[in-house]
């Protein structure tokens, strides 16, 4: 809470010209697609069993073996706002059921809040949040936050896996305190007064030093403690501290009007068909040559070029031009029959 208290400060002297006295990246992606694709935990398979919306590197395949799958030399772009994060970034979609039993992909949108305003085109917000001196991913490194086929919200650690309820329309209403605190909550809020959804997932900032992947994509990585402080003191089992990574995606739900709700249960739906339980977030590591950890070294904060590290933050423009077509096609707007999900899976 203190550090993120500070950093919110931190913030607000930057604005005034003072010195942050506590730094992270914290930058927009556009989206790149939203795909039945995931080369993390279905490699290969066409229409996995549930859709993502992915950030991130152009190089975004079926398929992308660790080490071999370069994807910082074989992306031409980024979704992302530095140019030099060819990383992929995604999770779940969110869904809006209408009582008629129709089908809405919920729209992401920009996030403001203390740090100021970031410019999405669909997508998320990425932050990377050192704690002390961090060791930054390696080429090949990716893991897995949350469980897309938990249906327990007690099962999630609430101070990492979080949603949080915006009664305005306007992201410069900054709600609530530090990420995963307070009155938020594992399962997705269904409450009508909610116009925006704000989805935070924390990932583990332990690592065991040496396995890029693990067959699960958690064990090889380890929280320790909750919240969004950049992580404790890691476990001897997992001894070597990372930047700590954070999604925070922004729902609007706002065009889904009472009147359009189910009479019973939420109307709110990640793409496997379950609530805030599953939510996950799936993350493969593609920063160019070692400019995230210079970028950790030098304290490069926020979205702004830092010379020391040699990161650059490119113009919304030019980052939301950064897409790819579906490689699982079908429709994913607009009002659907049901949602896309089950058994198409196709080798490819
Ligand atoms: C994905 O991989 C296939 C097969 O290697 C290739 O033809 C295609 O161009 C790749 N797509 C992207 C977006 O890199
Ligand atoms: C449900 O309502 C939406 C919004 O009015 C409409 O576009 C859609 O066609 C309806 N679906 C069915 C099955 O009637």
């Avoid at 031409?76 to 209408?98: E, G, L, R």
């Avoid at 990372?242 to 009479?263: H, K, T």
């Amino acid at each position: 809470m203190h550090h993120w208290l500070t950093l919110a400060a931190a913030a607000a002297l930057m604005a005034n010209g003072a010195v942050a006295q506590f730094n992270m990246l914290r930058f927009a992606c556009s989206q790149l697609v939203v795909d039945r694709i995931d080369p993390l935990v279905n490699p290969g398979v066409r229409y996995s069993p549930h859709l993502h919306q992915i950030v991130g590197g152009n190089s975004f395949n079926l398929t992308m073996t660790p080490v071999e799958y370069d994807l910082a030399k074989l992306s031409t772009c980024t979704s992302c706002s530095f140019a030099q994060d060819k990383s992929n970034y995604w999770t779940a979609v969110m869904f809006f059921k209408h009582k008629n039993g129709s089908y809405h992909r919920v729209p992401q949108i920009g996030n403001g809040g203390p740090q100021g305003k970031l410019v999405n085109n669909g997508g998320l917000d990425v932050y990377y949040i050192p704690s002390g001196k961090v060791t930054a991913f390696k080429p090949g490194f990716r893991m897995l936050a949350g469980n897309a086929a938990n249906s327990d919200d007690g099962q999630v650690t609430k101070g990492n896996i979080c949603h949080r309820c915006w009664t305005s329309t306007s992201e410069d209403n900054f709600v609530g305190g530090a990420p995963c605190t307070g009155s938020d909550t594992v399962a997705i809020p269904a409450n009508p007064q909610c116009k925006m959804i704000r989805q935070t997932i924390i990932f583990p900032a332990c690592w065991d030093g040496t396995n890029l992947d693990s067959p699960d994509h958690k064990s090889h990585v380890a929280y320790s403690g909750t919240g969004a402080s950049g992580g404790g003191a890691c476990p001897s089992t997992h001894p070597v501290k990372l930047p700590q990574v954070m999604y925070e995606l922004m729902w609007d739900v706002s065009q889904f009007d009472q009147s359009m709700w189910p009479a019973s249960g939420s109307p709110f739906l990640y793409s496997m068909n379950l609530g805030g339980s599953a939510a996950h977030g799936d993350y493969v590591f593609g920063w160019e040559g070692d400019s995230l950890q210079k970028a950790m070294d030098n304290n490069c904060n926020l979205n702004t070029d830092c010379a020391a590290a040699g990161i650059t933050a490119q113009k919304p423009e030019v980052y939301n031009a950064c897409t790819i077509d579906q490689q699982a096609p079908e429709p994913v707007d607009g009002w659907l029959a049901s949602m896309p999900m089950g058994e198409m899976a196709v080798r490819a």
